[in-house]
């Protein structure tokens, strides 16, 4: 990555010691595991900032082959993009029981992420409605009350800047 964008020093360190600290902290990979310490062989610490910088760069020259094959075949000619969330074909409306024992602000948050959601990936009112609708049916075979539904819809129409919805 480096010498593909021609740089010979970051931050007042050259590339050189960059690759080379960057191998000795993967190479030196510690970690505790029930009171007894284990070093890492392959790969590196998930969520560390060095295997994520690692793993982007990695997926940049891996998309830049990927990019490259790709053709323009199925433009859109129309200039119309529609989108909606989507859900994989084996796809099950089962989320976290609203009577299970977990905290009120994790029952709050799943229909909350999930109308958030519908709002920001349905590019159209007909499309919004149709996931609305299908959340709202999975909330309920689920336990989660109307009235508990429809503060988090609300809350998320606060948070949107939305003062109401428009209907069909």
Do not use: W
């Amino acid at each position: 990555m480096l010498d593909f964008l021609e740089l010979k020093q970051i931050g007042g360190l050259k590339t050189e010691a960059i690759i080379r600290l960057s191998r000795f902290v993967m190479r030196n990979n510690y970690f505790l595991y029930e009171g007894q310490y284990y070093h890492q062989i392959r790969g590196g610490a998930m969520g560390s900032l060095l295997t994520l910088t690692i793993a982007n760069c990695h997926m940049f020259f891996f998309e830049r082959n990927i990019v490259k094959q790709i053709t323009n075949a199925g433009e859109n000619i129309i200039a119309d993009l529609f989108t909606k969330v989507y859900h994989k074909p084996p796809y099950e409306p089962y989320y976290l029981q609203f009577n299970s024992v977990h905290p009120l602000h994790m029952k709050k948050n799943i229909p909350f992420a999930m109308f958030l959601r519908a709002i920001r990936y349905c590019s159209t009112f007909k499309a919004f409605l149709d996931e609305r609708d299908d959340l709202r049916m999975a909330l309920l075979l689920n336990k989660y009350p109307r009235k508990f539904i429809d503060n988090q819809f609300n809350r998320v129409l606060k948070k949107c800047n939305i003062a109401q919805l428009l209907t069909i």
